[in-house]
Structures are given as C-alpha cells and as structure tokens.
C-alpha cells in the first residue's frame, strides 16, 4: 500500500506556528502555568507522606518562561523525595543516613538497613497522583489561555 502525501503552503504555515507560539508566551499563558503548578502543589502536599514534615514542606512550585516555552515545576529539594516517589530496589544505605529516624521509631538503625538490602523501599507517590488527580482541571485552564492569547485578549 503506497501513500502520497502532498505539502502546500508549508513556508506559510510555518510562519503561522511559530506566531502562535509567540502568542502564547504572554500573560494568560504564564497565569495559567502558575495556577496548574499551585493546584499540583497543593494535592501534592495533602498526599505526601509525614514523619517529620520536611518533605511536605519542601514541596514547592516554580514558572519559567524560557525563549519558547512556559514551563511549570512542582517539586522537592529534599534529597529522598525521589525514593518516596517511586521506591527504591534493594540496597544497603550508608551508615548513619537513618539513624535519626530510626531513633524516633524506635526500631534499631542496623534492622532498617537491613530490611532496605533485602526488600528496598515502596513506593509512596505523591506528585504522579496529584498531577493526574487536578489533570482536568489543568486541561482547561490552558484551553482557557490558548484561547485568550489566540484571541489577542
């Protein structure tokens, strides 16, 4: 089975595009980035799990708008966050690293670390949930943006 396909107008087009993508670097666009990232920010911290709250705490949203692109960032500077997300395979963690939690549970530092080498961590995600959790929401506040930018508003 052949195809032919047959490109007008593509110059154009192009133009076109790359106008539109203009359009949308303005303030709608920025606005509803920012309001995406705070409602995945805020679903995100209800879902975090707390011990101590500091990765709850961390959980922060960030805007940037780059030459061709508006982009929206949600998470943590806490350096276990990722390992909260998605877990972790069986590993022997460095000495020390648990002691203090192991300390307010309770439970001896060495077992922790022992039953991380044998099992690894599960899984406790809080950022996947929150973004599919507000996606519709997020789907309409950019149909809104595209919109007012394409519109000139």
Known sequence: MAVDVE????????????????????????????????????????AAPVDTGRLRASIAPEVVQGAHEVQGVVGSNVVYAPFVETGSRPHWPPPGVLERWSRRHGIPEFL??????????????????????????????????????????
């Open 7 to 46: 490109l007008r107008n593509l110059k154009e087009t192009q133009k076109a595009m790359d106008q539109t993508v203009r359009d949308l670097h303005g303030t709608p666009m920025m606005q509803a980035i920012r309001d995406a990232t705070l409602l995945i920010t805020r679903s995100a911290r209800r």
């Open 112 to 153: 922790v670390m022992r039953a991380i080498a044998l099992r690894g961590t599960k899984a406790q995600p809080y950022l996947e949930p929150a973004v599919e959790e507000n996606l519709a929401r997020i789907m309409r506040l950019l149909e809104r943006a595209v919109q007012k930018a394409t519109e000139g508003q």
